[in-house]
């Protein structure tokens, strides 16, 4: 995982292994690679597109299994971003800062809403 700072902002970018990459995603279905900065996601895939935060309908998720980790990332429509063959602990530490931020703005939209 690679962790870069720009004028205060935090890029995070997460991305599968090569080789796995290849055997576990051989036709470009699934994501290959997603950035987390400033409360947006931007997914790599066959079309890179960008994904807010405030619209991911539940926390992002890791599955470890034999060939590497596998990142989901529900959205609200009932996509879901998928990223596999991850290296498992850095799977682990950007779903855990994408579930703080995540967890902080669903908070902050609860709080707005009570107030009203």
């Known amino acids: 995982m690679k962790i870069k700072r720009f004028n205060e902002e935090q ?4 991305r599968p292994k090569s080789f796995l990459s290849l055997l576990l995603n051989p036709l470009g279905l699934y994501a290959r ?3 987390y900065c400033n409360d947006e ?5 066959r079309h890179r597109r960008k994904v807010m ?9 890791t599955h470890r299994g034999m060939l590497g980790t ?14 596999k063959g991850v290296n498992h602990q850095n799977a682990q530490d950007f779903v855990s800062k994408v579930h703080e931020a995540w967890g902080d703005i669903m908070l902050g939209n609860l709080r707005k809403s009570a107030a009203r």
């Open 11 to 14: 890029i995070i970018r997460i």
């Open 41 to 45: 996601l931007l997914v790599n895939a």
């Open 53 to 61: 935060l405030k619209s991911i309908g539940a926390p992002p998720a």
């Open 70 to 83: 596998t990142v989901k990332i529900q959205i609200d429509v009932g996509n879901n971003i998928i990223l």
């Open 33 to 35: 690679g997603i950035e």
